[in-house]
């Protein structure tokens, strides 16, 4: 049985396994013939429903229940335009840096799943080449890019004052607008770039950002950006804020360890079209609803957002954090995807949330759908159809659809939002994924709301499509020094096993892909853009069994059947599998087609290139942590050209503490970033920008390798070499 993972560590307080065995799988609407990619498959497509949403009105109330507050602010920051970043510490004693060193992993962004056997991953041909395998180009296929943040910027941030500093993974966003491109990461920075990629700013934390540190509150990463072209131009950026500070431990002794209203997500809104500020900062409050089964101990996980013609939309996966004394829905321990869609005018004019008659104000508004009470076609949230248990058919990561700028907004149906979300509930690897709209955004300008029963909230299933099957398998990675490794039990980071003393060095691991879960979704060119990551089985003639690799499945919905008729249509769908290798978070974005904005319709996934050559010993052995990409259409079934580029060449394995803590027990897994992202710039001369995490810099050995803080000539922490890239290319 191939290696199988938990999905959900929320730092070791939730050790909730549940055994689930296959649940049938099945369409409900007569099949359509349609033409995918290159060949012709019996794609059915049926409704969700269509929905009231669970509240609409001002969004300082956000609740039936009376006394509760959805939305505070704002909060004026000073813009960050003068701030400097430098490193605050630099450990000069090696021995009791390493003392002192429990570095954090961040929590996981969905619930656990887990089934018996494994099913057959779906199957591309590498020998004879066939659609779904691609080859391989070490060309940057025209793209140019530079390296951005690393674990020593994190590291070493003077906000980040509890020791250790490392954390993993380094999820990692990406926005674009006015001239500038922005990234933003873990556990809570940015970096500002001209259109150019040359670095306008030092590193500016979002502590400092959203100024965080006077309120006593702290940082807790899971990071978004956007930038939204209408009222003069604005930029977002979001974040998970934990209500105790940074000194006591941040998020880890907050939030995330369970303490009773301690979630926040921070929106910070630029009062202008700069990204450096000032800003309007906002905070919505994980616990606003005293109904909400979990409360006071509800978690906003994985949170995406982005913008349409009339709504901010903002997503995350709801967790009560102490189910033994508050449970979710059904006493179960995940309520399901929230959805909020507030009036984006009124964040973007900073408007109060509340009146100073402490009275909620009427002009700023909020439609709200609680997801976990929204049926699947295998159950409810409270109880699946097989089990009847909770907490297993909720729908998850259902991640709203960005759009590039308000040429590619949907306004039928009285302004409209679309997101994506897979159905693989039990494990199994699954043929279905739903899409989910909003419509009707625009009445949320009206005051008071007073016509927000014009807003609702629709789904439709698309069955029988490509299947794909990805639980967390690790992707390899190219055989390389691991100096972290080999001193993994003198870091802390390995563990004794009854009277086996822990051991000294650690092997090499792989590369995490968490999940089939969407993780960021794109919309231009009328479609929708969206990849998962799948376990495929590679077949060569010359092998005698397939390579089994990481892989992406992708889908391209079209929304031009939804304005006429509200049923979606399914473009086109396909596999990239780089041959003898794997590829970790696939993401994607397409360009609008205006001349004036230089588009020519084209699009690109990219994703992490990782690898170590399968048993032919491909490719010189395989691939450091590589950032890569491929071009596809919205008809081209695949890759066009059936060729990955890699525009930044990995220069080491991943050598962080999440790749060896616990070893031999494998209590928790290797952490990546748990999204790229992709965004086109207009007025850019056709640029779409990428971001992925790679190995920036070769990994020293001891005695320039040292368990400390910018070790290695500053090339990383002793407890974690991650970086990123940020890229452009013209598709």
Not at 350 to 379: C, Q, R
Not at 406 to 416: A, F, I, L, V
Not at 518 to 540: C, L, N, R
Not at 697 to 708: D, I, M
Request: hydrophobic share 35%; charged share 10%; glycine share 12%.
């Amino acid at each position: 049985m191939r290696r199988r993972v938990a999905l959900l560590s929320l730092l070791s307080l939730l050790s909730l396994i549940v055994a689930l065995v296959v649940a049938p799988v099945g369409a409900t609407a007569a099949p359509v013939t349609k033409t995918v990619g290159a060949r012709t498959s019996a794609v059915t497509s049926s409704s969700l429903g269509n929905f009231k949403p669970t509240f609409v009105g001002p969004a300082a109330t956000g609740c039936v229940s009376a006394g509760c507050s959805l939305l505070t602010g704002p909060f004026p920051s000073p813009s960050t335009d003068s701030v400097s970043s430098s490193p605050s510490h630099i450990a000069a004693d090696p021995a009791a840096e390493a003392a002192s060193h429990h570095p954090h992993a961040m929590p996981l962004p969905v619930f656990p799943r887990s089934s018996g056997s494994d099913p057959a991953p779906p199957t591309v041909s590498c020998q004879p080449l066939g659609p779904g395998c691609d080859s391989i180009s070490t060309s940057p296929g025209g793209a140019a890019g530079v390296n951005g943040l690393n674990a020593v910027d994190s590291g070493t941030l003077s906000t980040n004052v509890l020791l250790p500093r490392d954390i993993e993974p380094p999820d990692q966003g990406l926005c674009a607008g006015n001239g500038y491109v922005v990234e933003d990461n873990n556990i809570g920075e940015i970096l500002v770039f001209n259109r150019a990629l040359q670095r306008k700013s030092a590193v500016i934390s979002l502590d400092t950002l959203m100024g965080l540190t006077s309120k006593g509150f702290s940082s807790g990463g899971d990071i978004s950006c956007t930038y939204d072209y209408n009222n003069g131009g604005h930029w977002f950026f979001t974040q998970f804020v934990s209500t105790n500070p940074e000194s006591s431990g941040g998020a880890f002794t907050g939030c995330f360890a369970g303490a009773a209203g301690a979630c926040l997500e921070g929106i910070a809104v630029t009062k202008g079209s700069s990204p450096f500020g000032p800003y309007n900062v906002y905070f919505a409050h994980a616990d606003y609803n005293p109904a909400e089964p979990g409360y006071p101990y509800l978690l906003n996980d994985f949170a995406k957002i982005s913008t349409t013609r009339d709504a901010f939309l903002l997503f995350y996966d709801e967790f009560p954090l102490n189910p033994a004394v508050a449970p979710g829905i059904g006493g179960g321990f995940f309520n399901g995807s929230q959805e909020f869609a507030f009036n984006k005018r009124a964040l973007e004019l900073g408007m109060p949330a509340t009146l100073s008659n402490g009275k909620p104000n009427p002009f700023f508004t909020v439609a709200i759908e609680n997801m976990g009470l929204v049926p699947t076609p295998d159950g409810t949230c409270a109880s699946d159809n097989v089990h009847h248990l909770p907490s297993i058919t909720c729908w998850y990561q259902t991640i709203p659809a960005q759009a590039p700028d308000p040429t590619q907004y949907d306004n039928s149906r009285g302004g409209s939002g679309f997101m994506l979300s897979s159905l693989d509930f039990y494990g199994n690897g699954d043929n279905r994924f739903a899409v989910f709209d909003w419509t009707g955004l625009a009445n949320l300008n009206s005051v008071g709301c007073s016509t927000c029963s014009g807003i609702r909230f629709g789904g439709q299933l698309f069955s029988n499509v490509q299947a794909y099957y990805g639980e967390g398998f690790l992707g390899a990675q190219k055989t390389g020094p691991i100096p972290l490794g080999d001193e993994c039990g003198p870091a802390g980071l390995s563990v004794a096993v009854g009277s086996t003393p822990a051991p000294a060095s650690c092997p090499e691991g792989g590369i995490a892909t968490n999940g089939d879960g969407f993780t960021q979704v794109s919309q231009a060119q009328s479609q929708i853009w969206g990849a998962v990551s799948t376990e495929v089985d590679q077949t060569y003639t010359s092998e005698s069994t397939p390579e089994v690799h990481q892989a992406a499945a992708y889908w391209v919905v079209g929304t031009g059947t939804f304005d006429r008729s509200r049923v979606f249509s399914l473009t086109s769908q396909g596999y990239v599998s780089p041959a003898h290798e794997d590829l970790e978070f696939p993401a994607m974005a397409a360009e609008g087609y205006s001349f004036q904005d230089g588009g020519n319709g084209g699009a690109i996934m990219d994703f992490t290139l990782s690898g170590n050559g399968g048993p032919t010993g491909a490719d010189n052995g395989g691939f450091y942590p590589s950032t890569a990409f491929g071009r596809v259409s919205a008809r081209s079934g695949g890759l066009l050209g059936s060729v990955v580029n890699v525009a930044d060449l990995g220069q080491s394995p991943q050598d962080g503490f999440t790749e060896y803590q616990f070893y031999p027990t494998n209590l928790v897994r290797p952490r990546w970033g748990d999204y790229n992202n992709a965004i086109f710039l207009p007025g850019s001369g056709g640029q779409i920008y990428f971001a992925t995490e790679y190995i920036q810099s070769p990994n020293c050995l001891p005695p320039a390798f040292t368990l400390t803080l910018a070790t290695c000539g500053g090339t990383r922490d002793g407890l974690a070499n991650w970086g990123t890239s940020v890229n452009s290319v013209v598709p």
